[in-house]
């Protein structure tokens, strides 16, 4: 018969509405809207009723790997002062395929040397295709990629190159999304600590 499958998928449609209200009044008192526990039953395969995330009210959990626009990592140190991991060797401006890093380096205003922590470091976030490859070759842990891909503005000329300020952020954030990546970059430099102070007390 013509048009049964459409009957069909009406009646499909139909069974989702009427299992929407079903299913808020089971969780009644409990959130199943706007909360982790509520997006993480409407994902899983259990769900009945409507699945679709309310964004932007509603995110999607992103996993760990996930990966958009990189960021610097900086330190605090004792005095409260920040202190950047980066070095602004240069090493991730020659490996970024689209060239859309630029390091400014700092020159000691006396003597006129090097000294190891970039002016100004700037990515084009318009050119930037989230490869990974700046966080993967930098040496010092300095640069990650971020989980944040809100970043729709409405002139990305003027907003969308983005200096050393804005891409800073602590360490504590990098910890927070990336918590095993974290814990094992840790591990290996407390490892690598190790080593040298036992080199350091061989010599001796
Ligand atoms: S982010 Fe890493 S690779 Fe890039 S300049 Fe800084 S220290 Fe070097
Ligand atoms: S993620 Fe890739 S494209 Fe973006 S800045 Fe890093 S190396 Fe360049």
């Known amino acids: ?3 049964k499958g459409i009957i069909q998928g009406l009646g499909v ?3 989702h509405f009427v299992d929407t209200y079903l299913e808020d009044i089971k969780w009644l008192g409990k959130k199943r809207y706007y909360s982790e526990e509520g ?3 409407r994902m899983s395969s259990e769900t009945r009723g409507i699945f679709t995330v309310q964004y932007p009210e509603e995110k999607l959990p992103v996993p760990e790997e996930f990966r958009f626009i990189p960021f610097l ?3 605090i140190d004792e005095d409260g002062k920040q202190q950047d991991r980066c070095t602004s060797c240069g ?3 020659k490996v970024c395929p689209p060239q859309c890093i630029w390091i400014v380096r700092t020159n000691d205003p ?3 040397r090097p000294v190891p922590e970039p002016e100004e470091f700037y990515i084009d976030v318009d050119i930037c295709m989230n490869c990974g490859f700046c966080s993967e070759y930098c040496p010092f842990d300095a640069i990650k990629m971020d989980h944040d891909y809100e970043l729709a503005v409405y002139n990305r000329h003027a907003r969308n190159i983005y200096n050393k300020a804005k891409l800073s952020k602590p360490v504590s954030y990098y910890a927070s999304i990336r918590p095993s990546n974290y814990s094992r970059e840790e591990a290996a430099r407390a490892e ?6 036992a080199r350091k007390a061989g010599r001796r």
Request: with cysteine.
């Open 192 to 197: 690598a600590e190790a080593a040298k102070a």
């Open 39 to 41: 997006i993480a039953n």
């Open 1 to 3: 018969m013509y048009g």
């Open 13 to 15: 449609t139909l069974r």
């Open 73 to 75: 990592l900086y330190e």
């Open 91 to 93: 090493i991730c401006a």
């Open 110 to 112: 006396e003597t006129g």
